[in-house]
């Protein structure tokens, strides 16, 4: 593999993953969380992953990334779920603290889990894991904003120093991606390419600057509009062979958008 090509992929991913955080910032969990959820990070992934491993190994990470953001929904669930059982005495120190913690060791516990289970399927069966995947990342979503909910936006921007942190996360994360498939670690490289770092660095850095109730917020319409990423994933293994890597990517991007994050749109703006 090239190193100008992990480079550039991992500098892509940097690059929009800085947006997410200003999306939430000026339009709220609702919309800010829709727009942050759109196919960004697993672009450069997964033309990275395609242009160092050829079809083969493509498909094979490509089926793991709706499953992978089923791990990373449950990610941020833990988010929406866990600070009001904190004790509220906490300082905001304290309470960053363990919920980084608790919501990094929940991932990784079911992504350690996930990469397992999936390694013991044939390549026949992949695809049926990536469809179950996607359904049930969806329920989820949609269960999660059964009940419309407050999602105020922010009141004070984002330290540019943050966003740079948070762009270099999503960067690192890509990177190791690509290099694990180069390392016959398709499946791994499939489970890190959908680590939560803007997840992570955009509920980190929300909880320092506007507080705890703007990420909370956008936890329900992060999770149902990450649908949209699990569908880039799956359009992509048919798009990308047949429609090359720029048209391929495009195209798969379209339909991610029209078939996933427009009804997710219309399902929040129903109450």
């Given at each position: ?28 969990g609702r919309v800010g969380g829709l727009i942050g959820t759109l196919p960004s990070t697993i672009v ?113 921007p984002v330290p540019a120093a943050v966003l740079v942190l948070r762009g270099l996360g999503a960067g690192?994360?890509v990177g190791v991606a690509v290099w694990l498939s180069t390392r016959d670690l398709g499946l791994w ?83």
């Amino acid at each position: 593999m090239s190193w100008l090509t992990l480079l550039l992929s991992a500098a892509g991913a940097g690059c929009v993953a800085v947006l997410v955080t200003l999306a939430i910032e000026r339009w709220g969990g609702r919309v800010g969380g829709l727009i942050g959820t759109l196919p960004s990070t697993i672009v450069p992934a997964s033309l990275g992953v395609f242009a160092s491993t050829g079809e083969a190994g493509f498909e094979a990470a490509m089926w793991t990334v709706p499953p992978g953001m089923l791990v990373n929904a449950l990610f941020l669930w833990v988010w929406r779920v866990v600070p009001r059982r904190l004790p509220p005495g906490w300082a905001l120190g304290p309470r960053l603290l363990v919920m980084t913690g608790l919501s990094l060791l929940a991932w990784a516990a079911a992504a350690s889990g996930l990469a397992v289970g999936l390694s013991q399927l044939s390549a026949a069966q992949l695809p049926w894991a990536g469809g179950a995947g996607l359904c049930a990342l969806a329920g989820f979503g949609l269960w999660s904003t059964r009940r419309p909910g407050l999602a105020p936006a922010g009141r004070k921007p984002v330290p540019a120093a943050v966003l740079v942190l948070r762009g270099l996360g999503a960067g690192t994360a890509v990177g190791v991606a690509v290099w694990l498939s180069t390392r016959d670690l398709g499946l791994w490289a499939g489970v890190a390419s959908v680590f939560p770092a803007i997840f992570l660095t955009t509920m980190v850095s929300l909880w320092l600057s506007q507080g705890e109730a703007v990420p909370a917020g956008a936890v329900g319409p992060m999770m149902l509009g990450s649908t949209s990423v699990a569908g880039y994933a799956l359009f992509s293994v048919w798009l990308y062979p047949a429609l090359g890597l720029p048209g391929g990517a495009f195209a798969a991007w379209g339909l991610a958008a029209l078939l996933c994050t427009l009804p997710a749109a219309g399902w929040l703006r129903r109450g």
